[in-house]
């Protein structure tokens, strides 16, 4: 389909001259730009794809070639329950192969109230929701006589958002962080955004948040995130179809 053509290689395209309309390349040109599809190596030159390809040996961990330090990166899928890891393993093989190659639990247990913005929000700054202002996705505050919903423009209101998010620290640190579409992320924190930021456009494929993140990373050394995030909405539904 017209979709999967814009994110990965087909025999077809391997080869091709560049095409506007595409998201990712499997040109000739790819690997030296940076901007192949994550498929191209198995499709058009035969190699072993990633998931089935053996663990790397991290006994002596390094960076990859030009990266002065390993880039932190923190990637959330709303809504994936622990039981998926079981019961969809075949549709997520990327995870399963994270979990067999790394480090994994078996679960996690969720700050309460186990919603979207309180526990997205708490991870990164390492505050309970009674402390780090969220309590719900939707509240009221009689001091504010405001009410903050994800659907209203008080969610923008920095006032509400306490703590120090990981992208503040990063910041007060003299390195570089960027966000794509984390909870409270594109909202001045303590007088401050990330270095680069999107604010939440639930239209965005989940494709294009993945490969603008590997473009990010792949920035010259003086311009690359030492930190990124990235939110995944809306899994549950992808994984059903």
């Avoid at 890891?85 to 067999?100: C, E, N």
């Avoid at 780090?132 to 009410?147: C, Q």
Wanted: hydrophobic fraction near 30%; charge should be negative; proline fraction near 7%.
């Amino acid at each position: 389909d017209t979709n999967s053509q814009q994110w990965e290689c087909s025999r077809k395209r391997c080869g091709e001259k560049r095409l506007a309309e595409s998201k990712c390349h499997c040109d000739n040109d790819c690997l030296s730009a940076g901007d192949c599809c994550t498929n191209y190596k198995h499709i058009c030159h035969g190699e072993t794809e990633w998931v089935e390809d053996q663990c790397d040996d991290l006994s002596a961990p390094k960076c990859p070639e030009g990266f002065k330090r390993q880039p932190l990166l923190l990637v959330s899928l709303d809504g994936l329950r622990a039981e998926y890891l079981q019961t969809w393993r075949d549709l997520i093989p990327v995870m399963d192969k994270l979990r067999s190659c790394g480090t994994s639990t078996s679960y996690m247990q969720a700050a309460f109230p186990s919603k979207t913005f309180p526990n997205h929000y708490t991870i990164v700054t390492g505050l309970y929701p009674e402390s780090n202002g969220l309590i719900d996705n939707n509240m009221y505050d009689p001091v504010f006589n405001a009410s903050f919903s994800l659907s209203n423009d008080e969610k923008n209101n920095p006032a509400w958002y306490l703590g120090q998010p990981i992208w503040n620290t990063v910041t007060n640190q003299g390195l570089k962080s960027g966000t794509f579409f984390w909870p409270g992320s594109d909202v001045k924190i303590n007088e401050s955004f990330p270095d680069i930021y999107k604010p939440y456009d639930g239209d965005v494929p989940f494709e294009e948040r993945v490969f603008t993140i590997l473009k990010w990373l792949q920035l010259p050394d003086n311009e690359r995130l030492v930190s990124a995030v990235i939110f995944t909405s809306r899994l549950t539904p992808k994984l059903s179809k």
